[in-house]
């Protein structure tokens, strides 16, 4: 997964017409931490989604754009556009995630 760094770089990212998921997330959350032990072989599965990590201490005003109140929260865009967001309550355990993915997908 490759990390956004910038505003600029987010922006052009997002833009795109392919989907693309970002995970916010900081290095002081546990369930971050968690998530990054269980996701490798979700990015693989749903390879349809270009998949990139944003560090919401870094770009506090995107997380706070997206409506990102916890961590690790997914966002899927498109377009420019916020399509999916899979909220950080419930964004810690593998089941959740796939079934977050597989319902944006149907």
């Not at 995970?23 to 990054?36: L, N, Q, S, T, Y």
């Not at 599965?45 to 944003?54: L, Q």
């Not at 556009?81 to 944006?104: G, M």
Request: hydrophobic share 35%.
């Amino acid at each position: 997964m490759k990390s956004i760094t910038t505003t600029e770089q987010f922006n052009e990212i997002i833009s795109g017409d392919s989907k693309t998921l970002i995970k916010f997330e900081a290095d002081w959350c546990p369930d971050c931490k968690r998530m990054d032990m269980f996701i490798d072989p979700i990015v693989e599965e749903y390879s349809m989604y270009t998949w990139y990590d944003v560090d919401r201490d870094v770009l506090p005003e995107i997380a706070d754009k997206y409506d990102v109140m916890g961590i690790p929260s997914l966002l899927i865009f498109q377009n420019g556009e916020k399509k999916d967001h899979l909220h950080s309550a419930n964004a810690k355990s593998p089941s959740q995630v796939t079934a977050f993915l597989d319902n944006v997908n149907e």
